[in-house]
């Protein structure tokens, strides 16, 4: 998280699903419901930028970089208006300007800026409303731009190997919470993302802690389950499918002795 969004955001609001304010502007995090925009967020916040080694591109404002290289054939300027105005509740209009007459027009020439009811938002103030809108909903610039075409595609297959989606997840944690569809679908993606974890975990945990207790099983290489109350830090995008250099130097200790 940038200093200046450190300054403004405020975690609490997401625990209880409020809007996070940025220029006098409140930024609503997306429901469960939202289908439209969660999949308009993935599209137009959760684009990785940086791995694209080309200079031209590294030096564009995230903004230009939605507008001039992603915009193919997709409404990039409509579906931007759209989701931000489902999230600010107000008018949204996207203006460009010439900073710079020349012969040719470049990319470096011209500006762009939001304008959200009566706010302001330049080019590098978007910057700020992105992390606003990954952070609510459970993303975060570095798990975005940690985006790496090689890991992506392993990560891809282990997702491929598994037939438990989304749909099934909700049904799943209907019945465990004893909630109704209509009910889940108001919680915001942020607090259901949590709260899949918890009582996945908490499942497991009264499923194995008595085995492991009495010792009908045992964890390898001397795990442990989760306990009931434990804390979900932030996670890298290939933490499942990579281990840490400690975990790896022990479990290949024997076979280098040998």
Do not use: C
């Not at 939202?34 to 590294?58: G, M, S």
């Not at 610039?141 to 992506?152: A, H, M, Q, T």
């Amino acid at each position: 998280m940038n200093d200046t969004i450190k300054t403004i955001y405020d975690p609490i609001n997401d625990l209880w699903g409020n809007p996070q304010t940025y220029k006098n502007i409140d930024f609503h995090p997306l429901k469960v419901k939202d289908i439209k925009y969660k999949t308009l967020f993935y599209k137009l916040f959760a684009q990785p930028k940086n791995y694209i080694r080309e200079k031209k591109i590294l030096k564009l404002s995230y903004l230009k970089f939605l507008f001039y290289v992603l915009d193919r054939d997709s409404n990039v300027d409509g579906e931007l208006k759209d989701f931000l105005s489902h999230i600010t509740k107000k008018e949204v209009k996207i203006e460009t300007r010439l900073i710079k007459l020349t012969d040719e027009i470049v990319l470096e020439n011209i500006a762009l800026r939001i304008l959200i009811g009566d706010a302001e938002f330049l080019e590098d103030e978007f910057e700020n409303i992105r992390e606003i809108v990954l952070e609510q909903n459970g993303l975060t610039i570095e798990y975005v731009e940690g985006y790496l075409p090689d890991l992506e595609e392993k990560l891809g297959r282990t997702i491929e190997n598994t037939e438990i989606d989304y749909i099934d997840e909700l049904f799943t944690f209907s019945i465990l919470m004893k909630k109704s569809m209509e009910e889940i679908g108001e919680y915001t993606v942020f607090q259901l993302n949590n709260m899949l974890e918890r009582v996945f975990v908490l499942k497991q945990h009264d499923i194995y802690q008595p085995l492991l207790a009495t010792g009908q099983i045992t964890m390898k290489n001397g795990g442990s389950i989760k306990p009931y109350l434990y804390h979900i830090g932030k996670r890298g995008r290939y933490d499942s499918i990579l281990i840490s250099r400690d975990k790896f130097a022990s479990d290949t200790k024997e076979f280098f002795k040998s």
